[in-house]
């Protein structure tokens, strides 16, 4: 039924104890469903996913994972108007990254428009549901609210066999858009509105992305996801807390085509729906209408910009699809809504790639450091450490010569108070190289400086002195001669305030926009081994962050680094193993 992935499902990690996981704990000591969990990860293929969905995802193939199960991967494609190919084969990318398979087990809801529509013949029989010629706009105005009863439709108590060949006409395309629906007749004085007579059909003559022109009617999502859950065999059905109120309804419409006889065959039970809080972090919209609005409206360069929330901007970016589960884990789930700080998804991030992440010199905003001592034309290689918490990755050679680059922030012709970096007559280390004493300086007609002149010490070869003498500033560089030019995108948060929507009346979120959100540096000087860095491979440039070679705009001997995200102040600590 699908083209499984190739990578393997991987080891289940051990989750913090929630609610959910005691539920189903409960029901496999109960024998509920004779041992069986199986979940299901079920996105509309309207838009790209997001860190939210990573949460979702890594719940419920973790909770298969943990107890011996399945997840399945069913595609909710309702609404042909909004959904799209392109969606559904990014998610299936999505879901690979993370590291999950789902095996043969990939669904669509439209894999079973027939069965609901059947179901829907057999309530409509039984006189539980019902054709409205009600707009979509009166069906609203009619609904009642929290403390008023809705007024039931005049159309509510057509006769049975009119509502069958009227539903049998819809069903046929005898109907223009809108102007008919087929109601469940449930009560339009219930306290839950999504009991009062909520609509199952609407007409639409649109292009389906996989039935094309077979159906010109689409069942309404509260009607296709329980029965979807329900023919899959799926136990536990994991939703977020916006679906509470409407569990209600998924059972209610389980329990009556259940009593009408109409349940799957070889399924003996019916899924039974769970609610967690969804996620939400600071500094980032996760709602899929403002994602398009961002992405239409040209604020991002597409859905994988490295500044959108989304997983493909992530990796983009750089993130590792285990960092991603680490945070989605150490969230935890819960039943009550909250706001996560971003800096948590950061340092997982963080944490996850000082272990792995080989180091690498890189010289953002260059200056011109001349060592008016060392030999003209000569060079020589240097022992760098590729990672010092990971001694198996060893060491590299660097090139080092006259005229290197620094950065122009690591030196102060007028130093500030405490500034232990590069000044007239201060003594600084160079990262793997030697001690420097910085004499002169050369400016240009504006006054500008462009050439910082110092002396080395050569018996200081690696950064040691064997006199014993202490200096308090270290500071890394790259050979002008041998120097790598790349372009470097500095990335921050898409917006520049914590919540996006907290904006004066009658102003858009897209106000608190982040001016500063992408800075880009087109003459950045790195190591040369980084010219040739394939697409997606991720190094800490020391004292500045992680980079990743950009996936989409690099060329071959021209990468292009992303800032997937900047250091913790570590860099002290470094100068005090020294």
Same mark, same amino acid.
């Given at each position: ?355 792995? &992440?080989?180091? $690498? ?13 060392? +030999? %003209? #034309? !000569? /060079? ?105 030019? &790349?372009?470097? $995108? ?13 904006? +004066? %009346? #009658? !102003? /858009? ?70």
């Amino acid at each position: 039924m699908s083209n499984a992935p190739s990578n393997p499902a991987p080891t289940p990690t051990p989750a913090p104890g929630d609610f959910i996981r005691e539920i189903v704990a409960q029901d496999n000591t109960d024998g509920k469903y004779a041992g069986r969990v199986i979940t299901r990860f079920p996105p509309e293929p309207n838009g790209y996913l997001h860190i939210g969905h990573a949460k979702s995802i890594c719940l419920n193939f973790g909770l298969a994972l943990e107890n011996n199960g399945r997840c399945h991967l069913r595609f909710d494609d309702t609404n042909p108007a909004k959904e799209d190919q392109e969606y559904v084969d990014s998610i299936m990318a999505d879901v690979r990254w993370l590291g999950f398979n789902w095996g043969k087990h990939l669904y669509y809801a439209s894999d079973y428009f027939q069965q609901l529509y059947d179901w829907a013949v057999l309530l409509t029989k039984s006189g539980l549901a019902y054709v409205c010629d009600l707009s979509a706009d009166q069906i609203s105005r009619m609904r009642g609210s929290l403390t008023q009863p809705g007024a039931p439709s005049p159309y509510r108590d057509r006769p049975v066999d009119e509502n069958l060949d009227l539903l049998n006409r819809m069903r046929n395309g005898e109907f223009s858009d809108g102007s008919r629906t087929l109601r469940a007749k449930i009560d339009m004085a219930s306290p839950n509105l999504n009991l009062r007579d909520p609509v199952m059909y609407r007409i639409a003559h649109a292009e389906h992305h996989r039935t094309g022109s077979k159906w010109c009617i689409y069942p309404m999502y509260d009607w296709a996801h329980g029965q979807s859950d329900w023919i899959e065999g799926v136990t536990h059905s994991i939703c977020t807390l916006e679906f509470e109120n409407h569990r209600p309804l998924y059972n209610w419409f389980i329990d009556n085509i259940a009593k009408l006889g109409g349940a799957p065959q070889n399924i003996p039970y019916q899924p039974n729906q769970t609610e967690f809080a969804r996620l939400n972090l600071t500094y980032t919209v996760l709602s899929k209408r403002k994602l398009l609005e961002l992405v239409k409206g040209g604020h991002v360069s597409g859905w994988d910009d490295p500044r959108m929330p989304t997983l493909s901007g992530f990796r983009r970016r750089g993130y590792t699809p285990e960092s991603i589960g680490h945070f989605a884990r150490s969230v935890g789930v819960t039943k009550f809504d909250s706001v996560i700080d971003i800096s948590r998804l950061e340092n997982a991030l963080r944490d996850d790639l000082n272990k792995r &992440a080989p180091r $690498r010199m890189g010289v953002l905003n260059p200056l011109k450091l001349v060592i008016d001592n060392y +030999p %003209d #034309g !000569q /060079s020589e290689d240097l022992d760098a450490v590729n990672n010092p918490e990971d001694p198996s990755a060893g060491t590299r050679k660097i090139p080092f010569s006259k005229v290197l680059y620094i950065e122009q922030d690591d030196f102060r012709e007028v130093p500030p108070p405490k500034y232990h970096r590069l000044t007239p007559g201060q003594e600084v280390r160079l990262r793997y190289a030697f001690f420097v004493r910085c004499t002169s300086v050369s400016k240009d007609e504006n006054g500008v400086i462009t050439e910082v002149h110092c002396t080395y010490d050569p018996a200081t070869r690696g950064g040691d002195s064997p006199d014993g003498r202490k200096v308090k500033g270290t500071i890394h560089w790259v050979s002008a001669d041998h120097a790598a030019e &790349a372009e470097v $995108r500095l990335y921050d948060h898409l917006f520049k305030q914590e919540d996006p929507n907290d904006v +004066p %009346d #009658g !102003q /858009s979120y897209l106000t608190n926009l982040n001016p500063n959100s992408l800075v880009v540096i087109s003459n950045a000087k790195l190591e040369p081994s980084l010219k040739e860095a394939a697409n997606g491979e991720r190094y800490q440039f020391e004292r500045h962050g992680y980079f990743c070679v950009d996936m989409r705009d690099s060329k071959p001997g021209k990468p292009i680094f992303n800032r997937t995200v900047s250091l913790k102040d570590t860099w002290s600590k470094l100068e005090k193993k020294k």
